[in-house]
């Protein structure tokens, strides 16, 4: 009779700890899970650390119109997103071809970005190189303003952002 009744415990407090087993993982992946519109649906790497790197445009739209072409024939820019550790800052630099006035230059842009609470957006503003420069570049990439734009899917390779102005909305992907 004795043994019958250990095996009961036993059995009652494997259940129980499985449904809080059960219950915890639940929770967690609702939290984890659905940050982005288009994924990863969980990631255990922080926002930052999947965003630091090089990238290039792969795909830019604007009103559900192409505009890569025009993008890769007048500036193709790489964009490298990285943080100061010590200092918490963090930095991008934008560097490859831009066509002024008929003519190809190729400086490097140094800028800053910041992840709002909630890291669904991201807030970037670069510098213009030199003052000899006309205002450039093909928005919502473009100097000396300060641009929000919403992450709609960030993995270790890819980011993928979507910006709305006016009427027009873009949405561009980027890859490492």
């Known amino acids: 009779m004795k043994t019958k009744s250990i095996k009961n415990v036993f059995t009652i407090a494997l259940s129980r700890w499985l ?36 990238y290039i445009v792969t795909y830019f739209e604007k009103n559900n119109q192409d505009v890569l072409p025009e ?19 963090y930095n991008f630099f934008i560097n490859g071809k831009y066509l002024i006035d008929s ?6 842009q140094p800028g800053n970005y910041d992840l709002p609470v909630g890291k669904s957006e991201i807030s970037f503003w670069f510098y213009k190189p030199s ?17 929000v734009v919403q992450i ?19 949405e561009i992907h980027l890859e490492k």
């Open 19 to 54: 449904s809080g087993l059960t219950i915890l993982f639940a929770i967690f992946t609702m939290v984890a899970c659905g940050r982005y519109e288009e994924g990863p649906c969980i990631s255990f790497r922080s926002v930052k650390s999947r965003l630091e790197g090089q």
């Open 103 to 108: 003519n190809f230059v190729y400086p490097t």
């Open 71 to 89: 993008w890769k024939e007048k500036y193709d820019w790489k964009i490298s997103f990285g943080n100061d550790r010590e200092s918490e800052e």
């Open 131 to 147: 003052l000899l420069y006309p205002e450039y570049g093909l928005y919502p990439f473009v100097q000396n303003q300060t641009i």
């Open 152 to 170: 709609t899917r960030l993995t270790n390779n890819e980011l993928w952002i979507t910006h709305e102005s006016g009427n027009d909305f873009y």
